[in-house]
């Protein structure tokens, strides 16, 4: 693609050393860049790309795309922020690949991957074909494996890259989850949403956006980003509920659910098992029996808001139950890895998440059983959320580990003074201590008895741990089988 051609839909300030260059590729790294690349200057927290602009052009980099003026003769692209117009800039190298596809977004603090998962089978099961971006990575389908992900919602150049390759494969829908990061930094620009959801928003990532405002604030550009004709699904139990819907544009159309409140979407008459939960949806004054494989209440939330999409894609309710019935909990989502004692994996890493997570365990907890909680928090990450979280789970739980979750910078044991000063129970039967993961799990082959209820939260599907100087392999699910399954049970 020629430069010009590249570039005649961005606002740009100025052009230098302009020519009818020839544009193959899109590179923010230096150590990356390829010859025929346009080298985007990203300004990150601890490095500037115009630094490496030098680099880039050594590399064999044919324009740069930069905020100022470097000495290097290349077609220089000047744009007023490099962060925030890379999404233009890839979309339009990959030729706006969002418009050819149904493209729906889902937000909140916690659900994303779920919802993008039902969101998925909802769609398939109407006999269409949907992709799907997330945590976990991206699938052409269900039955596809995940290409790796390193980031929730991809940088620009990579997503835009992503829509593509869905394109190609001549895919309908995609089913997207969207943090508040990516919207924030403006990863997702240059992509059209038809339709978005909202689980829920409670704190997170603060270390990163300061307060809950700016954190709504953050959230709310993919609804204020809608088109006429799109639509929006929101949770109408959550607090932020009302602030989501005060935003959406004229012309798209607001889907509710809720348990709580009045919605378009509502349940009564739940029931917990450990096969699931039961109740009855109503959608619109239309009565429906549901039985969920997954269990808890954030699990029927997680229905509902599929649902609601589904049913704003204008889907049968039939076949978005049918869908909704027939799926199992995602990977590392309540996941249970051992039923004696019953050994659940959840990536609960918030205070909501873990008390939500800890309640639907409650529910399968027997009456004369503990509920055991082992769960550490991140370093290098908000740790306002740490003492919240050592509360939720003295409070919730009948014996708490606290432990490791990804120190990255920080001494494991001051993240865990943090989590402790949540925690006002002395008892050293009930709360243990344990810094390293893998012997934390190990001791709770001795506190568990048979018929407890064990949650190993925080990491969930992740296969890794970060640590001060490298990154090793870890999944609590691979350490909790270890402990607790024996051959007999290996496939439960």
Known sequence: MKLSELIKDIKIKDIVNNNETE????????????????????KGENSDGHEYAKMAFEKGASALFCEKELDINLPQVIVESTRHQIADL??????????????????????????????????????HKCALIGTLGYK??????????????????????????????NIDYVAMEVSSHAL????????????????????DHLDYHITMNNYFEAKALLFKGLKAGGFAVINNDDEYAQCFKSVVPNGVTVYTYGIK?????????????????????????????????????????NALAALAAGMALGFDADICIKALEETKSVDGRFEIVSKKPLVIVDYAHTPDGLENVLKAA????????????????????????RPKMGKIADEAADIVVVTSDNPRSEDPQLIISDILAGIKTVNTQKVFVEPDRRTAISMLKDIAKENDVVVLAGKGHE??????DKTIHFDDREEARKVFLTNAQVNV
């Open 23 to 42: 544009i193959t590729g899109i590179s923010y790294n230096s150590k990356t860049t390829q010859k025929g690349d346009i080298f985007v200057c990203l």
């Open 90 to 127: 890839a979309a339009a190298f990959y030729d706006y690949p969002s418009k050819k596809v149904n493209l729906i977004g889902v937000t909140g603090t916690n659900g994303k991957t779920t919802v993008t998962h039902l969101i998925q089978k909802i769609v398939e099961d109407a006999n």
């Open 140 to 169: 052409t389908s269900s039955k596809d494996t995940y290409h790796d992900a390193k980031h929730t919602t991809p940088q620009a150049p990579e997503l835009q890259k992503t829509l593509e390759l869905i394109c190609e494969n």
């Open 184 to 203: 924030e930094q403006n990863r997702v620009g240059g992509c059209d949403f038809n339709g978005a959801v909202f689980t829920n928003l409670t704190q």
């Open 261 to 301: 409140n009045d919605a378009d979407i509502t349940v009564s008459n739940i029931d917990f098992s450990i096969h699931g939960a039961k109740f009855d949806c109503s959608i619109n004054g239309l009565s429906k029996k549901v039985n969920l494989q997954m269990n808890g209440m954030f699990s029927v939330y």
């Open 362 to 385: 409650r529910e399968l907890t027997p009456k004369d059983s503990n509920l055991i909680c082992m769960f550490g928090c991140g370093g290098d990450r908000d740790a306002t959320k």
């Open 463 to 468: 296969d890794y741990q970060i640590l001060k």
